[in-house]
């Protein structure tokens, strides 16, 4: 199959500084793909250059084997994505009204609108929000409304970066479980980007580990965490003195030091 976005040279500069350096990098369609890295790694802005949020300096990017022309993606190549981040940037309005603006703005009919925010508000378990003010939710509830305000778009690729990372740890396991069936179910293409092993464990199938600005491990998630390799294994192995195991899912993995 084809990959979905395919990198190719990639690189990114920030005052004179190599941030980014990716010879080759490629999500398949379908793909749960976890980004870990440590603090300062430039995840966030591998994920902006692959959402097409920032232009790399160098480099290639394709969408379903096009060539992504630099800096330029066109309107309806950026509506095939979405993106929520760690702040979950609610606009001024209803909770309905912010998770109806993506549909809003492609000019989708009110009754439409309508159907489709109530069932992504059940979804997220918010449906009894519908009215509250956006800038008066708990920090869990803004996180829900940002990620329905993602899905209800129906993305061909869906990026986060570091979503849950701000919540409080019963908020986050509670959400984090909701968030693996909707995404399960929606088959949607998800980059996920986290420091957190414990999300990346739970969430995600695959994993590219990115240290320094470049990707240092790739695989399946299980055979990444057990098996770090030397670029990655000072990083993956503070985790694994930290790691609460009883939160493994499924495979157990087998952590040794
Ligand atoms: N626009 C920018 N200007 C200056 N430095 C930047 C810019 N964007 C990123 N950086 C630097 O690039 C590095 C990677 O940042 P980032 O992608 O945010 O890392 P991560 O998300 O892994 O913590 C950091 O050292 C950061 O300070
Ligand atoms: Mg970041």
Do not use: C
Request: charged residues 20%; glycine residues 6%.
């Amino acid at each position: 199959m084809k990959p979905l976005i395919e990198l190719k040279n990639i690189t990114y500069r920030a005052h004179d500084k190599n941030i980014l350096s990716i010879p080759h990098f490629q999500i398949p369609e379908g793909e749960l793909l976890g980004i870990m890295g440590p603090n300062g790694a430039g995840k966030s802005t591998l994920l902006k250059v692959m959402a097409l949020l920032d232009s790399p300096a160098s480099g290639e990017i394709l969408y379903r084997g096009q060539a992504v022309p630099n800096g330029t993606p066109s309107l309806d190549l950026r509506r095939k994505f979405s993106v929520a981040l760690q702040q979950s940037l609610l606009l001024e309005g209803t909770v309905y009204q912010n998770i109806a603006i993506g549909l809003k703005l492609r000019k989708v009919p009110k009754s439409v609108i309508k159907e489709k925010v109530n069932l992504w508000m059940e979804q997220f378990q918010i449906s009894h929000l519908a009215k509250k003010n956006a800038h008066f939710l708990s920090g869990g509830e803004a996180q829900r409304v940002n990620l329905a305000r993602a899905m209800i778009v129906e993305p061909e690729i869906l990026f986060l970066d570091e979503p849950f990372s701000a919540l409080d740890f019963p908020t986050k396991i509670k959400l984090m479980d909701d968030f693996k069936g909707i995404i399960k179910d929606s088959a949607t293409t998800t980059v996920f980007v986290s420091h957190d092993l414990m999300e990346i464990n739970y969430l995600t199938n695959t994993l590219a580990i990115i240290v320094n600005g470049e990707v240092k491990q790739y695989g399946p998630t299980q055979r990444v965490l057990e098996h770090p390799n030397l670029a990655t294994s000072p990083f993956l192995n503070e985790w694994k003195k930290f790691y609460p195991m009883s939160f493994r899912h499924e495979k157990p993995l087998s952590l040794t030091r």
